[in-house]
T-cell receptor
């Protein structure tokens, strides 16, 4: 069964450093997403991406965050200058289409620990 | 504002007994409702969804959920629980009026004892 894959599974970084989280969405999917889950809290939407541009973003997704599809398969989330409060599990996800009823499939997540 | 409530932090059931994990929602417009499961150290796995039509939807691993518009609920159920069902369960909603974001509840930990 096709799945969303994410790397790294866990990353520890120093405050102020740049981090790039990588994802390979399901191959025939057109919509890509990043969500995050701070330990013990809800899963929160960060950004959605379609046709090489951001289609929606939350208030969490400020100027320190960026997303990119550098090639035909990868989808990345960059955090420019990490803060302690960025420590969370980051989930990449994809869906075949963007319609509301389409299922969003998630990867296994990347744990980011900022020290 | 859209929101999803999972009123129970934890549900405990004995193996073989029926289980229910509760979810209520508050949205403007028609809801599209989803259940996901998260096993320890794993990602979010899709279980089932309600889009339209029959209020009772069936999904993976023998789970089902009933959409109740008047009570704005979408409770997850299974007739006979297994120890392997122990996990964290998330209810989520999208609407046709808001953006494309999937809004999650805080999650309910299901613990099935043998």
């Amino acid at each position: 069964e096709p799945e969303v894959t994410q790397t790294p599974s866990h990353q520890v970084t120093q405050m102020g450093q740049e981090v790039i989280l990588r994802c390979v969405p399901i191959s025939n999917h057109l919509y890509f997403y990043w969500y995050r889950q701070i330990l013990g809290q809800k899963v929160e939407f960060l950004v959605s991406f379609y046709n090489n541009e951001i289609s929606e973003k939350s208030e969490i997704f400020d100027d320190q965050f960026s997303v990119e599809r550098p090639d035909g398969s990868n989808f990345t989330l960059k955090i420019r200058s990490t803060k302690l409060e960025d420590s969370a599990m980051y989930f990449c996800a994809s869906s075949e289409l963007g319609a509301r009823g389409n299922t969003i499939y998630f990867g296994e997540g990347s744990w980011l620990t900022v020290v | 504002a859209q929101s999803v409530a999972q009123p129970e932090d934890q549900v405990n059931v004995a193996e073989g007994n029926p289980l229910t994990v509760k979810c209520t929602y508050s949205v403007s417009g028609n809801p599209y409702l989803f259940w996901y499961v998260q096993y320890p150290n794993r990602g979010l796995q899709f279980l089932l969804k309600y889009i339209t039509g029959d209020n009772l939807v069936k999904g993976s691993y023998g789970f089902e959920a009933e959409f109740n518009k008047s009570q704005t609920s979408f409770h997850l159920k299974k007739p006979s629980a297994l120890v392997s069902d122990s996990a964290l369960y998330f209810c989520a909603v999208r609407t046709n009026q808001a953006g494309t974001a999937l809004i999650f509840g805080k999650g309910t930990t299901l613990s099935v004892s043998s």
